[in-house]
């Protein structure tokens, strides 16, 4: 056997549970071959090996495709070395360093910082974002400012993650009583926070930033030492090779701008004003809807739906930007995928009329799946949720609704079990597994605002549906409007200017 037909040879042995290091030893009896480099045993083999773990800020299944910080960069690393991306799913950092320590993956995407024990037992790359370790607390407990704050309580902390080590070696610490949870990941453990069922956490910094909006009674007390990179983790039994072309790729990456332009993918909104937000809105509406204003009237028609619902839904899918392209591929002023596209006979995604069109005749698709004994306007609600997260995962949490003793059919209910598709205690029980769950509630809430001031500055030029109708024109009163206190806490966090808008636009979350 000559060393072009090594792939085959790994193709054959890869479902078996043999390390890497084992299998090439075995192939290289066989042939009295001297050994190759990592490297060059990736590219025989055609296949990438990565272990990972299900978090916002590294691996997730999205709408279209599977996404992640991580995962984009090693995606993209891959099709450099052109070769196949394989990606295997731990439970938790526990096992992606036994899997590592076993030499059973390539490379592990942990979220994790160096570490003094990984010494010896992995090598360790930078992939461009820093993180530190910080103690969050419910806000109706004492705020903690550093370690001897937490004389006496107790701290809860997740398994194999970047702090432990951190209070383990403060003396200030000594008094201050550890609960790992390995059960449970970042936004499990946010969760118990935010309901009070525990007062301190730590967390790292960046799964807060990307969890924080979801989570309002949480709040950051103090950070455990300065930022550090995040790593990749390759297993020390593997030679430099490949560890020297992923450091020669990332650095490529910074130095061309593609790293950047990823992180604020996933990390740039993260610090706008909700006041922001809301001005952009309103200037997007006098000077951008008027380009797509007719398309939308007459497309909306089309399916006897309310223009100003359809243009909703194109603001929070684009910002009304006909050249929009997401890092999945979802595309155009409406963000369609390829396979949505085909599937309803639109040739160019970029052309804001076939956007709008094909926007328009997909939610009307969308809306028939949702169940005709639901009334409006939950069912429209339900609708825009699956448009965003998916008819499967949608269903998930409806039925996570029913076990609860609440009802499947009522967004008010839905939307509380939708974001515990994040979090792994819940996804592991569900069909369709983990979803970035709080994405449709805020989806669904930005576009019922958009929509609600659209109605208020537009003229009511639209004539009320026939009663066979399927989709509601929401002329109803929005039974989950502002509060008061709402409206004062909001329009405390911008200047004067918000007092002009309209209190609909109180708390918009960015769109991604």
Known sequence: MEIRDLSRFFRHL??????????????????????????QEVRDEGVLHVITRIAPSIYYEGRDAPTGYDYELARRFSEELGVELRVRVAEDNTEILSVLSRNYAHIGLAGMVEQPEFEGRYRAVP???QAQSVVVYNREFARPS???????????????????????????AARVHRQVHPGLDAAGLLARVETGEIAYAAVSSNELDLNHVYFPMVKEGFALGEPRDLVWLLPIA??????????????????DGSMAQLAERFYGHLDRLNYVGARTFMHHVKNRLPKYQSLFQDYARDIDLDWRLLAAIGYQESHWRPNAVSPTGVRGLMMLTRTTASYIGINNR???EESIEGGARYFKMVHAKIPERIPEPDRTWFA????NVGFGHLEDARRLTESAGRDPDRWMD????LPLLAQKEWYTKTRFGYARGHEPVVYVQNIRRYYD???RITEPDQPKPEANQAVVWFDEPDEEAQTPADSAETASSGPDLRAALPPELGMIPPTL
């Open 350 to 352: 970029l052309d804001p």
């Open 127 to 129: 992939i461009g974002v």
């Open 414 to 417: 839905v939307k509380e079990f």
């Open 384 to 387: 825009l949720a699956s448009y």
């Open 238 to 255: 593997q030679d430099e090779t490949l560890a020297n072309a992923v450091t020669d790729f990332l650095d490529r990456a910074r130095d």
């Open 453 to 455: 001031v659209l109605t």
């Open 146 to 172: 550093s370690l001897a704050d937490l004389d006496g309580e107790t701290l809860h902390l997740l398994a194999d993650s970047n702090h432990e080590h951190l209070v383990a070696d403060d003396p200030a």
């Open 14 to 39: 890869r479902s078996t549970s043999l390390p890497l290091a084992l299998v090439l030893t075995s192939a290289l009896a066989a042939t009295g071959c001297s050994r190759p480099t990592t490297l």
